[in-house]
């Protein structure tokens, strides 16, 4: 499921958020990983920049990945502060879900 509200936060204003889940096969067993991105955006929410690479935000029982709460300054200042997008920028982070074992920073190697 993919979600696409918008948020202020923290005097920053995230233009787009998207939480998916990978179709990946995986057991109920293994353990699920958060990645976030960001790119900056004008004040459409237009991308003008190039997305930062995948960065985790730590792990996550796989029947919450739906439910990652968007709205949440907290979660989407850490996720800010972690890609290294500059403080102030109109900000557009889109957020993954996958198994441990799925690095989508070597996916996007191939």
């Given amino acids: ?14 233009a787009l958020l998207a939480v998916t889940a990978s179709r990946t096969p995986a057991s109920a067993e293994t353990a699920w990983v958060l990645w976030v991105r960001a790119a900056s955006a ?42 290294g997008v ?7 982070l889109a957020w993954k879900c996958l198994p441990d074992t799925v690095d989508p920073r070597e996916l996007e190697r191939h």
């Fill in 42 to 83: 004008d004040a459409n929410g237009r991308q003008v920049s190039d997305w930062t690479t995948w960065v985790p935000q730590g792990t996550i029982a796989r029947a919450k990945c739906d439910d990652v709460p968007l709205r949440d300054p907290e979660r989407n200042k850490r996720a800010i502060e972690a890609t």
């Fill in 86 to 92: 500059a403080q102030g920028a109109l900000v557009r």
């Fill in 1 to 14: 499921m993919t979600r696409w509200p918008f948020v202020a936060v923290a005097g920053l204003t995230v």
